[in-house]
């Protein structure tokens, strides 16, 4: 696959559920209130249980690494939380939706810059990575 500046990576939607902040707590050690307690998280000033920072990042890569088919390719990755990922206490959850866009390719490796929307709200920002063109 040729990789230009420009190219759109399929966007992908990720449903996250109350079950899953609970697997993703016990896979990462990440026990914090806030992340199972609507009680203490609207205490502390949040709207509800939120997912883990964390497991957002790691949902929104999978684009890339989807994309790529190879996920040794991935040279680098980071971004910044902008917003919680809210999690209602439902079957529906909460719906995380992330694309991408390839920014400049120069010298064996391209930029990716992702967009992650939970609600038409932007979660992560300066979220990029780069990678590995072949």
Not at 7 to 25: G, H, N, S, W
Not at 112 to 128: E, F, G
Request: some cysteine; charged content about 20%.
């Amino acid at each position: 696959m040729d990789i230009v500046e420009g190219m759109e990576l399929p966007a992908k939607t990720f449903t996250i559920t109350r079950a899953d902040l609970v697997r993703y707590a016990g896979a990462s050690g990440d026990f914090n209130v806030i992340h199972w307690n609507e009680r203490i998280a609207k205490d502390v000033g949040l709207p509800d249980v939120i997912a883990h920072g964390m497991l957002t990042m790691g949902l929104a890569i999978q684009v890339v690494t989807d994309w790529l088919e190879d996920p040794s390719r991935l040279l680098s990755y980071g971004c910044r939380f902008t917003r919680p990922v809210v999690v209602p206490d439902d079957a529906d959850g909460a719906q995380l939706t992330v694309s991408g866009t390839v920014g400049g390719v120069a010298d064996g490796v391209a930029t990716i810059t992702l967009r992650a929307v939970c609600q038409d709200v932007t979660v992560l920002s300066k979220a990029t990575a780069t990678i590995k063109v072949a």
